[in-house]
């Protein structure tokens, strides 16, 4: 079963190309008010078939939710999302061979081939849908509780850091039947300090663990990261280079995460068919975000086991 959490649990559902895919939430505290507006304003960023630079399958991507959220309050009781899959091109994925690039061959070395591989099936980027969802609660749950806001930004399309120049890069890509990958940071600011455990499940290895979930994350970085390398102690020791996390618990200090997303496998130059992005990362920052979100959430409910004997 596909699940991850500690107090917060989460369960991922659903195929690319099946009837739905969807998310079991357990642990999501009663009495929040759910804005639904603002759910579906994080849903329209990941959503596909919004432009030139995006895949062209049409999904409107609406959550229709079946338990845990009554006249848009949260009981406290799981919370399962459902997404329709309406724009499925199943006869794109008849007889193909292993993609370069998929989980194609290491999804048929898992599950014997019976797994359904039509869109990468379980695989899929599509799957990252729920979890835009979840975090968009996460995001709800934050702000009340701690103020805390979550934004991302694209810092990096392949080798360009120009943000006025990343549309021309992705068109230049299509063009050439090709891909692009890039690096999105995000920054939590009004994180409450104390969050995370020294070594085992320190802030940083339960936020990391949840961002290499999405399919196409291939490398995680905090603060300054790996450029921290290069420096000397009197310097890294200053201006939050450490990305608001030390000792694995966070300072209080906005928390600075980066990810390397790579190229969408999908290419023309392989003589792949079908609708693909050039370029997924646009439409993985709200997902980066949602990721950053619910492990802070699943992080805040774990410090506070502590509560009832210090006061």
Request: hydrophobic share 40%.
């Amino acid at each position: 079963m596909n699940t991850w959490g500690n107090v917060l649990k989460l369960s991922i559902f659903g195929e690319s190309h099946g009837p739905a895919i969807g998310i079991t939430i357990g642990g999501y505290p009663p009495g929040i008010v759910i804005d639904a507006d603002f759910i579906a304003s994080e849903m329209a960023r990941r959503a596909p078939g919004q432009g030139s630079h995006i895949t062209a399958r049409k999904e409107a991507d609406h959550v229709q939710i079946l338990s845990g959220i009554k006249d848009n309050v949260s009981e406290g009781s799981p919370i399962c999302g459902i997404i329709t899959n309406t724009g499925q091109h199943s006869d794109d994925y008849k007889n193909i061979p292993f993609r370069p690039g998929h989980a194609d061959e290491t999804a048929f070395i898992k599950y014997k081939g019976f797994a359904d591989m039509r869109g990468s099936g379980h695989f899929s980027g599509r799957i990252t849908a729920p979890l835009v969802f979840a975090g968009a609660l996460a995001k709800i749950a934050l702000k009340k509780a701690f103020n805390t806001e979550i934004n991302g930004k694209i810092v990096r399309i392949a080798g360009e850091t120009d943000e006025t120049k990343f549309m021309d890069s992705i068109d230049a890509a299509k063009k050439e039947g090709d891909s692009l990958g890039g690096i999105i940071e995000v920054a939590a600011v009004n994180v409450p300090g104390g969050l995370g455990e020294p070594f085992f499940t320190s802030a940083e290895s339960h936020i990391a663990e949840l961002l290499f979930s999405v399919p196409a994350v291939k490398g995680v970085e905090f603060g300054s990261g790996f450029n921290m390398a290069e420096m000397k102690g009197s310097e890294a020791n200053r201006d939050n280079h450490n990305g608001g996390i030390l000792g694995g618990i966070t300072n209080g200090k906005p928390l600075i995460v980066r990810v390397c997303i790579k190229p969408t496998p999908s290419i023309a130059k392989d003589g792949v068919t079908g609708r693909h992005d050039p370029c997924i990362v646009p439409r993985a920052l709200p997902v980066i975000e949602a990721c950053a979100a619910l492990a802070l959430l699943d992080l805040s409910f774990e410090a506070q086991r502590y509560s009832p004997w210090i006061k």
